[in-house]
């Protein structure tokens, strides 16, 4: 019983994993076609659906940046690189 929970647990996050991966892109590509607030809410989703997916916080600290909310974009950018210390804030 022990193995399957196991089993299960980490099939859960494999697939919440892959639902903020899927979400993740479909911001950027919102972001690079010039529409940050749609590109927010999939970043905000893909948070929703996986907390520990550092390149969501890292790209919605982009689309912040872009909205001009400084403060709210150096909090992501914050959260990506607790997550993952390669993840540095872009130049401004």
């Known amino acids: 019983r ?5 089993a299960e647990r980490l099939r859960l996050r494999v697939q919440a994993e892959q639902e ?7 911001g950027v590509h919102e972001l690079d076609g010039g529409n940050p607030e749609a590109a927010l809410v999939s970043f905000r989703a893909a948070i929703a659906a ?8 890292y ?16 909090a992501a950018f914050a959260r990506a690189q607790q997550l993952n210390p390669s993840l540095l804030p ?3």
């Not at 022990?2 to 196991?6: D, H, K, S, T």
């Not at 790209?59 to 150096?74: E, I």
Request: glycine share 10%; aromatic share 8%; hydrophobic share 40%.
């Open 2 to 6: 022990q193995y399957l929970a196991e």
């Open 20 to 26: 903020a991966r899927v979400r993740t892109s479909v």
């Open 50 to 57: 996986f907390e520990g997916f550092a390149p969501a916080h």
């Open 59 to 74: 790209h919605m600290g982009r689309a912040l940046q872009g909205l001009g909310r400084h403060d709210a974009a150096r």
């Open 90 to 92: 872009p130049p401004r």
